[in-house]
C-alpha cells in the first residue's frame, strides 16, 4: 500500500542554521504531498503542499519540491528560528481512491536553540 | 475564530470502560475525520465522514464507533476501553472530502487506558 518514510529525529540545529528534512514516498501514479508541523501542545497545521511533479510549494521561508523520478518530497529552509520548533509530518493523498485520505510519515521533531 | 474544538483536552479511563470524545467546528465544512496519533506512527485515520449523515472506516476503525451528529458535531466513542486506545486523538475537517480540500486539526486529546 502507499506509505510515507521521513528520517528519524530528532533534529538539532542552531539558529539560522540550513534545515533539510528527508521524506520519501511508496505510491502508485501520482499523489498529492503535503507536509503539516505541530507546535507544542496543538493539533496539525498545513504547512505547504505540491498536487503534480515538479511542483514547489512554499510557505513561511519553508520549501519542498515534488520529485517522481525521486519519489522524493524534503522539506528544506534557509534560515531556522527558534520558533521552527515543532514535529513535522510528511503526507500524501494516494492518486487512486475518491476522498481525502491523508497517509501520515512518522513525524520529525525539530529542536532549533538559540 | 475557534475553528476545530475537541473536548476534553486529557482523560484517563480504566480498562473496559466507555468515553465520548467530542468534536465540533464552526467552518461550515461537510467533511470531517477522527486521527490517533502513537508515537513512531504519525497520525493515521479511524474514521471519516465525507458529509452530514454518511461516515465510512477508516485505517484502524476496530474498538471505535462514530455518529455525525449534525453538520458541527463528530464524536467517537469508545465503548470498551482497551489500554491498546492509549494514545493521542485528533479530530479535523474539510471543505468537502474531495482530494486535496486542506484538513483542519483541533487541538487533540490526550486519552490514557489503565
Known amino acids: 500500500g502507499d506509505s510515507v518514510t521521513q528520517m528519524e529525529g530528532p533534529v538539532t540545529l542552531s539558529e539560522e542554521a540550513f534545515l533539510t528534512i528527508n521524506c520519501t514516498y511508496t505510491?502508485?501514479?501520482?499523489?498529492?504531498l503535503f507536509w503539516y508541523v505541530q507546535y507544542p501542545g496543538e493539533g496539525l497545521q498545513l504547512l505547504l503542499k505540491?498536487?503534480?511533479?515538479?511542483d514547489k510549494g512554499s510557505n513561511k521561508g519553508f520549501e519542498a519540491t515534488y520529485r517522481k523520478e525521486t519519489t522524493s518530497f524534503h522539506l528544506e529552509k534557509g534560515s531556522v528560528q527558534v520558533s521552527d520548533s515543532a514535529v513535522y509530518f510528511c503526507?500524501?493523498?494516494?492518486?487512486?481512491?475518491?476522498?481525502?485520505?491523508?497517509?501520515f510519515g512518522a513525524g520529525t521533531r525539530l529542536a532549533v536553540h538559540p | 475564530n475557534a475553528g476545530v474544538t475537541q473536548t476534553p483536552k486529557f482523560q484517563v479511563l480504566k480498562t473496559g470502560q466507555s468515553m465520548t470524545l467530542q468534536c465540533a467546528q464552526d467552518?461550515?465544512?461537510?467533511?470531517m475525520y477522527w486521527y490517533r496519533q502513537d508515537p513512531g506512527m504519525g497520525l493515521r485515520l479511524i474514521y471519516y465522514?465525507?458529509?452530514?449523515?454518511?461516515?465510512d472506516k477508516g485505517e484502524v476503525p476496530n474498538g471505535y464507533n462514530v455518529s455525525r451528529l449534525n453538520k458541527r458535531e463528530f464524536s467517537l466513542r469508545l465503548e470498551s476501553a482497551a489500554p491498546s486506545q492509549t494514545s493521542v486523538y485528533f479530530c479535523?475537517?474539510?471543505?468537502?472530502?474531495?482530494?486535496?480540500?486542506?484538513?483542519?486539526f483541533g487541538d487533540g486529546t490526550r486519552l490514557s487506558i489503565l
Open positions: 479535523a475537517s474539510s471543505t468537502t472530502g474531495a482530494k486535496n480540500q486542506p484538513q483542519h
Open positions: 505510491a502508485t501514479g501520482y499523489p498529492s
Open positions: 505540491a498536487t503534480k511533479a515538479d
Open positions: 503526507a500524501l493523498i494516494p492518486f487512486s481512491g475518491g476522498y481525502n485520505k491523508l497517509i
Open positions: 467552518m461550515n465544512h461537510n467533511s
Open positions: 465522514s465525507a458529509s452530514e449523515g454518511t461516515t
